[in-house]
T-cell receptor, first 115, second 110 residues
Framework: SQTIHQWPATLVQPVGSPLSLECTVE??????LYWYRQAAGRGLQLLFY??????ISSEVPQNLSASRPQDRQFILSSKKLLLSDSGFYLC??????????????FGPGTRLTVL | GQQLNQSPQSMFIQEGEDVSMNCTSS?????WLWYKQDPGEGPVLLIA?????ELTSNGRLTAQFGITRKDSFLNISASIPSDVGIYFC??????????FGQGTRLTINP
């Protein structure tokens, strides 16, 4: 069966510091991978998605970046964190089904607090 | 772009009551998904719907893919305390990316 991991689970960082969040998936090959941010426990904002190694699409302009160095690894980064980067970051994976159905499965999330 | 309207935004019910929530879209969808999120955790997929008119159950949960392909509802029967959380709908049209509703926060009074 497939599993998805995220780490760290929680992170407290000062403004201006760098960021690296990691997501890995097991039990599937060539998944689509996604990074979402969730503020105040409501609403999911898609940040990045990837359909393959080295292929990254950005949904919103921001000071975050994403990379996919391996098939089942997705990394979210920042060179300098802002206060507004605080939130709950979720990674998700999917494998397109019949007629392109994109059923996504989420990881446990990383709670980021920028002080 | 595609938009989802999920309602209600929040619900306060008594234990044992039935719950109903729905999502409507501005365009036709081919896939409807329902997730539940517990505090501090990632959303968990409850039910996936892939055909217009499809009615699917998962225990006390029942969801339907509207015949117009622009709406879906989720019902929970005989609510229990562990049903508390935020429920999200998500829909996808054609080759578009999945779009999420804003969530329904369910609170249950024992």
């Amino acid at each position: 069966s497939q599993t998805i991991h995220q780490w760290p689970a929680t992170l407290v960082q000062p403004v201006g510091s760098p960021l690296s969040l990691e997501c890995t998936v097991e039990g599937t090959s060539n998944p689509n991978l996604y990074w979402y941010r969730q503020a105040a426990g409501r609403g999911l904002q898609l940040l990045f998605y990837s359909v393959g190694i080295g292929q990254i699409s950005s949904e919103v302009p921001q000071n975050l970046s994403a990379s996919r160095p391996q098939d089942r690894q997705f990394i979210l980064s920042s060179k300098k964190l802002l206060l507004s980067d605080s939130g709950f970051y979720l990674c998700a994976w999917s494998v397109l089904g019949l007629a392109g159905a994109d059923t996504q499965y989420f990881g446990p999330g990383t709670r980021l607090t920028v002080l | 772009g595609q938009q989802l309207n999920q309602s209600p935004q929040s619900m306060f019910i008594q234990e044992g009551e039935d719950v109903s929530m729905n999502c409507t879209s501005s365009s036709i969808f081919n896939t409807w998904l329902w997730y539940k999120q517990d505090p501090g955790e990632g959303p968990v997929l409850l039910i996936a719907l892939y055909k217009a008119g499809e009615l699917t159950s998962n225990g006390r949960l029942t969801a339907q893919f509207g015949i117009t392909r622009k709406d879906s509802f989720l019902n929970i029967s005989a609510s229990i305390p562990s049903d508390v959380g935020i429920y999200f709908c998500a829909g996808q049209g054609g080759a578009q990316k999945l779009v999420f509703g804003q969530g329904t926060r369910l609170t249950i009074n024992p």
